[in-house]
């Protein structure tokens, strides 16, 4: 089908059911994956393949293009076999379907022989158990921008192969890209990469240093500017720990709807993932939050929500908000120390990449976060504006932790 390098072979020679492959920019990993699903599906009859992502329309500018490229380069691409862009069927009765996984409920129920989620650092946890669970075989890639539920709860399974690759594993690698690699070596080191340097290097530029190690060795990155520093994982919520309230954000189709308990132990405070998933109406928000002590702190920007969960029984209002109020909170959260237990999957990978955003022009932190990968975060906000703040005018500028 096309010349075989490092990492297709590598790759090939995973066994177990669960796949993972870390790896840095231009290792090959995306284009070694689609050949192995594109062999499987038209050598063998009858398979169901799915391919995910988080964004169907990026899908269709990357991972979607290199696989017409394998197709053409196989000479079995036949245009009126790919339906709406997204399904493509083999004669054999075969077909590969491509999904993007920021629409409602779309991995509920999907069964099939191989699911591959690409840039699975990107997708959600609930999205990615939906869909792998009901799977013979699993295959993921990433670049390990930072630590997030797959290092943590999927590489450690006994039926899970992981390997990690980088450039250095793709003979077919433009020399142009593999040199824009290697500078970032330089840039972050002052240096020109050597593979057999023992010596540890200081760095001089902890931007680019931080892109080598991502991009370059494919080993588990820092994110700049993360907001959160101030929390740490426990592994059980302790039986004696009192339940403060719960903090709630709203969501239904693309963005998930979550809710976080508040609990406090031995002067600390918890946090307890209640609610993250899509597609719930305010019924079954509320029976989610029934035989909860305290009140629930919901987004106020949804008063007819509030309203009809509160005639269902719970106690809950809506976040007092202001001008500056998601900085102001974010202070208060920045102020104290947070546990988190470590089954609150969704909000830990929420802390890990809930950062400061970037002024494109002059690479310097703007004092807002972000607008995404916030939905948790969100929710125990308005739990601690409720319930921690102090007084305070929204219209005064307000200092924050970068």
């Known amino acids: 089908m096309t010349v075989q390098t490092t990492a297709l072979r590598k790759i090939a020679g995973l066994r177990k059911k669960i796949r993972v492959i870390r790896g840095g920019q231009g290792s090959g990993k995306t284009i070694s994956i689609l050949i192995l699903l594109v062999n499987h599906a038209s050598g063998v009859a009858d398979r169901e393949v799915l391919i995910l992502s988080a964004e169907l329309t990026k899908m269709r500018l990357t991972v979607i293009k290199d696989f017409v490229k394998?197709?053409?380069a196989a000479g079995i691409w036949q245009e009126h076999r790919f339906i709406a862009g997204t399904l493509y069927?083999?004669?054999?009765?075969?077909?590969?379907?491509?999904?993007?996984l920021d629409k409602e409920d779309v991995g509920k129920g999907l069964r099939s022989h191989a699911a591959y989620f690409n840039e699975v650092n990107k997708c959600g946890y609930e999205s990615y158990r939906q869909v792998a669970t009901r799977a013979d075989n699993v295959y993921m890639d990433y670049n390990p921008d930072a630590a997030f539920f797959v290092d943590d709860d999927v590489i450690p399974r006994e039926d899970c192969d992981f390997i990690q690759l980088t450039f250095?594993?793709?003979?077919?690698l433009p020399q142009s890209e593999r040199d824009e690699i290697l500078n970032y070596h330089r840039l972050g080191y002052g240096v020109d990469y050597e593979p057999k340097r023992t010596v540890e290097l200081p760095i001089i530029n902890s931007?680019?240093?931080?892109?080598?190690?991502?991009?370059?060795?494919?080993?588990i990155g820092s994110l700049e500017g993360v907001i959160f520093n101030n929390w740490s994982i426990i592994d059980?919520?302790?039986?004696?720990?009192k339940l403060l309230g719960t903090g709630l954000d709203?969501?239904?189709?693309?963005?998930?709807?979550?809710a976080v308990d508040v609990y406090q132990h031995e002067g600390k405070y918890i946090l307890d993932e209640a609610i993250y998933e899509?597609?719930?109406?305010?019924?079954e928000i509320a029976d989610r939050l029934k035989q909860r002590a305290g009140t629930t702190i919901a987004d106020s920007a949804e008063p007819k929500s509030i309203e009809e969960i509160r005639r269902l029984g719970i106690r809950i209002k809506g976040a007092e908000k202001g001008a500056d109020s998601i900085r102001f909170g974010i202070q208060l959260m920045q102020e104290h120390e947070w546990l988190v237990t470590s089954r609150s999957i969704n909000l830990i990978n929420e802390l890990r990449t809930y950062t400061w955003e970037i002024d494109k022009r002059t690479g310097k932190q703007t004092g807002n976060p972000i607008g995404i990968n916030n939905h948790a975060c969100d929710a125990w906000r308005y739990w601690v504006l409720a319930n921690l703040h102090k007084k305070y005018n929204f219209k005064k500028p307000i200092k924050m932790s970068f």
């Open 278 to 283: 899509t597609g719930l109406l305010n019924s």
């Open 70 to 72: 394998v197709m053409k």
């Open 236 to 241: 059980v919520l302790p039986i004696e720990a």
């Open 168 to 172: 250095q594993d793709n003979e077919l």
């Open 207 to 219: 931007y680019w240093a931080n892109l080598w190690q991502v991009y370059g060795l494919g080993n």
């Open 250 to 258: 709203f969501g239904f189709t693309a963005d998930p709807t979550a």
């Open 89 to 100: 069927r083999f004669p054999n009765g075969s077909f590969i379907k491509f999904i993007g």
